[in-house]
T-cell receptor
Framework: RKEVEQDPGPFNVPEGATVAFNCTYSNSASQSFFWYRQDCRKEPKLLMSVYSSGNEDGRFTAQLNRASQYISLLIRDSKLSDSATYLCVVNLNDYKLSFGAGTTVTVRA | DTGVSQNPRHKITKRGQNVTFRCDPISEHNRLYWYRQTLGQGPEFLTYFQNEAQLEKSRLLSDRFSAERPKGSFSTLEIQRTEQGDSAMYLC???????????FGDGTRLSIL
């Protein structure tokens, strides 16, 4: 079983729509969680950390469910510039990040 | 630009040649990581330094791969006797400390002919 699993999508949504997707992780001892964004042929960029209480950054909301071992990301009022691959990332220990394969989101005009 | 810097951006070489990549982390970050990413996959952890000490190596890092961080600042990743399967994006990241977010460089895209 992969350490982090994501629905690859693609999620194809119109501008202004809300899109949400999850990832699941296998190691219950995982310590910290992040969402990264990656544009085609570019490096991953940190979108937001994910906290147990849930957190919001503008149009982006992340939730963590430790009991069910999943993390979610919700994007409200989608913009064309939100089109990207979103990587779910889990910190298994104090140094190693484990990445999902990514969920592709395409926002259309 | 004070972000993570990697060079070269692209490297094309023939199978069997040796290649070396360089990473300059964010200056105050003492932790440096190397990852490899292939098409359609997320980055995979290769190795990690805290200052100049290489503290962990993935099983993915065969004996053809070696990484150094001699003065605890920049790092190099060398691949000897390259193979077709080494074609990938090699990403470097750095972080300030334990459990802190890692910040990535632009990567070096390696193509083996």
């Amino acid at each position: 079983r992969k350490e982090v699993e994501q629905d690859p999508g693609p999620f194809n949504v119109p501008e202004g729509a809300t899109v949400a997707f999850n990832c699941t992780y296998s190691n219950s001892a995982s310590q910290s969680f992040f969402w990264y964004r990656q544009d085609c042929r570019k490096e991953p960029k940190l979108l937001m950390s994910v906290y147990s209480s849930g957190n919001e950054d503008g149009r982006f909301t992340a939730q963590l469910n430790r009991a069910s071992q999943y993390i979610s990301l919700l994007i409200r009022d989608s913009k064309l510039s939100d089109s990207a691959t979103y990587l779910c990332v889990v910190n298994l220990n104090d140094y190693k990040l484990s990445f999902g394969a990514g969920t592709t989101v395409t926002v259309r005009a | 630009d004070t972000g993570v810097s990697q060079n070269p951006r692209h490297k094309i070489t023939k199978r069997g040649q040796n290649v070396t990549f360089r990473c300059d982390p964010i200056s105050e970050h003492n932790r440096l990581y190397w990852y490899r990413q292939t098409l359609g996959q997320g980055p995979e952890f290769l190795t990690y330094f805290q200052n100049e000490a290489q503290l962990e190596k993935s099983r993915l890092l065969s004996d053809r791969f070696s990484a150094e961080r001699p003065k605890g600042s920049f790092s190099t990743l060398e691949i000897q006797r390259t193979e077709q399967g080494d074609s990938a994006m090699y990403l470097c990241a750095s972080s300030l400390g334990v459990q802190q977010p890692q910040h990535f460089g632009d990567g070096t895209r390696l193509s083996i002919l």
